[in-house]
């Protein structure tokens, strides 16, 4: 069965770029969408089809899938990005999750 | 558009949890059911996300491989509700349920608009 893996933790200072990577066979060959789930709260769509952003979604968040790994980046990351990210895909009528990067900020 | 789950908190091990989520802030029935699906996502404490399956209002189902045995999603227009019923539970599925808004079925798939989640042990 189709699989996507993240790196469980990222650290990185503020105002620094924070970049969490989704990997998976062909990855780029799939629409990828990515949450964000801050500490005792439900997830928020951030990305969506590899590189939008929703309404209210700051530009600070972008996006990208190529060949087999698709990018969730965070420019001038700020305190309040410190949460769990999670990449997810869509293979076969099914949906997949990674199982999180949690992003410190520090 | 606003998602709230209910249901019991604690059920016993090998009996079945239903929980129901139920949709304010717009007609269940206003969304295409081309364009949207009613899922159900859950969280054991201190994991990931696991999708559990969704669900169109034309009757249309994708469920996780791994519980469709064990797994019912249905939705009542009439009450803007969508539920969940899975049988012959275990402590496996102690989990913060939640339900969710899924745009798209094809690969576009994801979820716009989740509930608040509802924790759900399973106590022996």
């Known amino acids: 069965s189709y699989e996507v893996t993240q790196p469980a933790s990222l650290s990185v200072s503020p105002g620094q770029t924070a970049t969490i990577t989704c990997s998976g066979d062909?990855?780029?060959?799939?629409?990828t969408c990515w949450y964000q789930q801050r500490p005792g709260q439900s997830p928020v769509l951030v990305i969506y089809q590899d590189y939008k952003r929703p309404s209210g979604i700051p530009e600070r968040f972008s996006g990208s899938n190529s060949g087999n790994t698709a990018t969730l980046t965070i420019s001038e990351t700020q305190a309040m990005d410190e949460a769990d990210y999670y990449c997810q895909a869509w293979d076969s009528s099914t949906v997949l999750f990674g199982g999180g990067t949690k992003l410190t900020v520090l | 558009l606003q998602l709230q789950e209910s249901g019991p908190g604690l059920v016993k091990s090998s009996e079945t949890l239903s929980l129901t989520c139920t949709v304010s802030g717009g007609s269940i029935s206003s969304f295409r059911s081309s364009d949207y699906y009613w899922g159900w996502i859950r969280q054991p404490p201190g994991k990931g996300l696991q999708w559990l399956g969704s669900m169109s209002l034309s009757g249309s189902t994708y469920y996780n491989p791994s519980l469709k045995s064990r797994l019912t999603i249905s939705v009542d227009t009439s009450k803007n509700q969508f539920s969940l019923i899975l049988n012959s539970v275990t402590a496996a599925d102690t989990a913060v349920y939640y339900c969710?808004?899924?745009?798209?079925?094809?690969?576009?798939?994801?979820?716009?608009?989740w509930g608040q989640g509802t924790l759900v042990a399973v106590s022996s």
């Open positions: 062909k990855l780029g060959e799939k629409y």
């Open positions: 969710a808004r899924q745009a798209s079925v094809t690969d576009q798939a994801r979820f716009d608009s």
